[in-house]
């Protein structure tokens, strides 16, 4: 690793003519595809391709990567159009660094010795092993709530929790920053959907009031996140949670980015803002801390787990976690909740912040709290994926956010940071972002 992040250290690739642009491929975005008219549903995905390819051939791209090798933090990326990035990696979930740890590889090897690799069915039916109901024993035990059901991906979770639970003649009032699996979920699950702007409480109260005065009669779910997946910050959860109960709400809050990264116990803003157990609905996923695919929902009430195995229908007609998946999560919940998973979180809040404060040094805009998501400014559009694949070449993977997922001209990149980085390591990543950056200024014609 200290050879490669020498090699980082040293390479500033040279601006070139050919590496100029101001085509096609700096322009438009995947919405322009969206929303397009006409008969022919092909055609429409060929338009959204030929657009992609000018980007792949310009180097523009940078989505649709293939790791070589285990998400550590240093890493190879072979882009679409087969370039090879090697460099430090900030583009993995991989929170706490277990994807090798012994003990998660040992219990996944014990689990595939014992079960085989399945396809035993939906939890509904037959697809659920002894160590699922020790799984969900453990997770309630970290949430501090004790019904839980695990869902094949935390997308399934969040999209069939709000789906099994909510009707058409009810309501959502959602953040409207909310996770995609979220704002899909109640949007098929009703029409009543009212988005509350980012964070506002008052909003939400107001929404609150004014839904509870027209329809005295269904029911409403308010959705927000503990930690956003683009902006690092986080709701006043107590507050959202109160207001749910006075106006005869539930409140359901998605914990996939904070739960086992954050918190002196692993329990995420949850425990952070004193909240632990005390909402009505959690869920999350296990596809960043936890080493794996999957999620869960997690509740107070027996009932609500039932009934989302039946109503929600990505558990009830999807294949249940695998037992080898079940193992892998069973070893991390357990590193979480001990020493090793404190001193791993120690690690990990050290190397935020070296990357944070390295970033801010640099005079580059950081958004959010402390979180292992650090969203780093970069601003227009075609400035971005420039930049982006700049700091690609000089050896930095991470990923580029560009609109619809965050608004117009407010692309950011999305740093994830894990407990293996070094604070050197964040410095030097640090370096990269703002060298890519000032060439990319140069090279859009921002600053001559
Ligand atoms: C906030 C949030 N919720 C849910 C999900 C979906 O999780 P999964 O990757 O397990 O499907 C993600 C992952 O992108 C996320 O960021």
Redesign the pocket.
């Known amino acids: 690793m200290d050879e490669l992040l020498d090699r980082v250290a040293d390479a500033t690739p040279e601006v070139t003519a050919t590496t100029t642009n101001d085509g096609a491929e700096l322009q438009g975005s995947s919405f322009d595809y969206l929303t397009r008219p006409g008969t022919d549903l092909a055609a429409k995905a060929q338009a959204f391709h030929a657009w992609a390819q000018t980007r792949v051939t310009h180097g523009v791209f940078p989505y649709a990567k293939r790791l070589g090798g285990r998400p550590g933090a240093t890493a190879e990326l072979t882009m679409l159009d087969g370039q090879r990035h090697a460099g430090l990696n900030f583009s993995s979930?991989e929170y706490l660094s277990l994807a090798r740890h012994p003990a998660v590889c040992a219990a996944a090897q014990a689990a595939m010795e014992r079960y085989g690799v399945h396809s035993a069915g939906s939890t509904a039916l037959a697809g659920n092993v002894e160590e699922t109901t020790a799984l969900e024993a453990e997770l309630g035990e970290l949430l501090r709530m004790p019904e839980v059901l695990l869902f094949p991906?935390?997308?399934?979770?969040?999209f069939g929790a709000i789906k099994g639970l909510v009707r058409e003649t009810d309501h959502v009032i959602i953040d409207q920053l909310?996770?995609?699996?979220?704002h899909e979920g109640a949007r098929a699950a009703t029409p009543n959907v009212h988005l509350h702007r980012h964070l506002d409480a008052d909003h939400v109260e107001r929404l609150l009031k004014r839904v509870r005065q027209r329809d005295p009669r269904n029911g409403i779910l308010v959705v927000t996140?503990g930690?956003?997946?683009m902006d690092a910050d986080s709701p006043d959860i107590a507050r959202l949670q109160a207001l749910a109960r006075e106006h005869g709400a539930l409140l359901m809050v998605?914990v996939?980015?904070d739960l086992g990264s954050l918190g002196a116990g692993g329990g995420g803003q949850l425990e952070l803002q004193g909240q632990l157990g005390q909402v009505d609905l959690v869920?999350?996923?296990?596809?960043?801390t936890f080493a794996s695919?999957?999620?869960f929902v997690a509740s107070h009430d027996p009932a609500i787990k039932e009934y989302l195995r039946f109503y929600a229908a990505p558990n009830t007609f999807s294949n249940a976690l695998s037992p080898v998946q079940v193992a892998i999560i069973r070893a991390c919940v357990a590193i979480v909740r001990s020493a090793e998973g404190a001193a791993r979180r120690g690690r990990l809040m050290q190397a935020i912040l070296a990357l944070r404060g390295a970033l801010t040094e640099q005079g580059i805009t950081v958004l959010g709290h402390p979180s292992p998501i650090v969203p780093v400014m970069l601003g227009h559009d075609a400035l971005a994926r420039v930049a982006s694949r700049e700091m690609g070449q000089a050896g930095l993977l991470a990923n580029l956010v560009e609109y619809p997922a965050v608004s117009l001209n407010s692309a950011r990149l999305r740093m994830q940071v894990m407990a293996d980085h070094t604070p050197a390591l964040c410095q030097t990543a640090a370096r990269i972002v703002a060298d890519a950056l000032q060439r990319a200024r140069v090279l859009t014609g921002e600053v001559h």
Not at 153 to 158: K, L, R
Not at 178 to 182: K, P, Q, T, V, Y
Request: charged fraction near 10%; glycine fraction near 18%.
């Open positions: 979930q991906t935390g997308w399934a979770a969040g909310a996770h995609n699996c979220l996140e930690c956003f997946s998605d996939a980015h869920m999350g996923s296990f596809s960043k695919n999957g999620g």
